[in-house]
């Protein structure tokens, strides 16, 4: 009987040994796997951190002041006044007003609120004169924005503008929708091979169409030539009776 009690001990110890290490074990495996994650955490974080700084999409330091529109800015009619940027159209039934809520980004955005009729109610954004950038021969650059429609048939347009002899590039195909025309690739417009012309003789902007009501990002790749001294982006509105959204207007250098 003590011989079978006994060897029930032993059992028993051993039960609870094997049941201790299986806690130990698992609570170090729980460990190793959260100090995994947070180092992947971290590693992610600090990339985004550094694509964010030296080339987002792709390419070099974001070359516009205040391209996420978070700089001061004072409260006007129609127009709000921001910081580093000129705001184009002065009709009162349209405005164009800095938006501190539902942004991609930060805190501040722009909201077109485009009244009725056409060209009376003509809203544009546009750098300041002082923060456009100097280019030269050759050299190769990214525009993106990220734009949101409040009803899904909204749209904009957009032109790439220069000083010097010729002073905007030649547009292609316009995007309606998600199809995309001349020159797309999903949201991504090539016009590495378009040419600069005057803008007294063209003036053609890009149309964005119906795009969605969340926020989506759109770029645009072209090259300079010996033409062009100094480059920036204009966007502005398209059709009337229509509200959108713009945020992180960036242009990055890629090449030359």
Known sequence: MQK??????????????????????TLLLSITETAETQTQNAATSAFDRIREAG?????????????????SFTAGSPNDNLTNWDELGTNPISSLTIETSGCRSGSQCWKFDIGPGRSETYRGIRPSSANRISVTDGESY?????????????????RIRATGTNEIIERKGNWTAGDGGDGWTGNTLDLTDSVWRSYVEYNQPTYVRD???????FTVNFVTDSTVNEIWPEISRGQADRTF???DVEIRKTSG
């Open 245 to 247: 959204y713009l945020d």
């Open 55 to 71: 080339g987002g999409t792709g390419g070099g330091a974001n070359l516009i002041t205040d391209s996420s529109f978070e700089g």
């Open 211 to 217: 795009f969605p009501t969340t926020w989506t990002q």
């Open 142 to 158: 990214r525009l993106t924005f990220w734009a949101r429609g409040e009803n899904g048939n909204d749209d904009i347009y957009f």
């Open 4 to 25: 079978a009690q006994g060897s029930l001990e032993y059992l028993l110890l051993i039960g609870g040994a094997v049941l201790v290490a299986v806690i130990v074990i």
